[in-house]
């Protein structure tokens, strides 16, 4: 009887097991569905956005005037303070 008993619950728990496995599978491939149709939003998405929107454009290399201003505040804080100034 003790072994029969045994035989029932290890045949309930392959079958508990093997429909955990195909619930887990189906909502694996509903993710897969989703994420397949959210993907191809996204592409459609993009070529919409890059029709309207076009790209910006390079940017340019920095301006000699740009290393100028810098040379010239490096040079302001090397001189010294005006007398009667706060330190």
């Given at each position: 009887?003790?072994?029969?008993?045994?035989?029932?619950i290890?045949?309930?728990?392959?079958?508990?097991?093997?429909?955990?496995?195909?619930?887990?599978?189906?909502?694996?491939?509903?993710?897969?569905?989703?994420?397949?149709?959210?993907?191809?939003?996204?592409?459609?998405?993009?070529?919409?956005?890059?029709?309207?929107?076009p790209?910006?454009?390079?940017?340019?290399?920095?301006?000699?005037?740009?290393?100028?201003?810098?040379?010239?505040?490096?040079?302001?804080?090397?001189?010294?303070?005006?007398?009667?100034?706060p330190?």
């Amino acid at each position: 009887m003790f072994q029969v008993l045994l035989i029932v619950i290890g045949l309930l728990a392959v079958v508990a097991a093997v429909a955990l496995a195909v619930m887990a599978l189906n909502q694996i491939k509903q993710l897969r569905r989703e994420l397949d149709e959210t993907q191809r939003q996204v592409n459609e998405l993009t070529v919409a956005a890059a029709a309207v929107v076009p790209a910006p454009p390079i940017p340019r290399g920095r301006s000699a005037g740009l290393d100028d201003l810098r040379q010239r505040l490096r040079e302001s804080h090397r001189e010294p303070d005006e007398p009667g100034s706060p330190p």
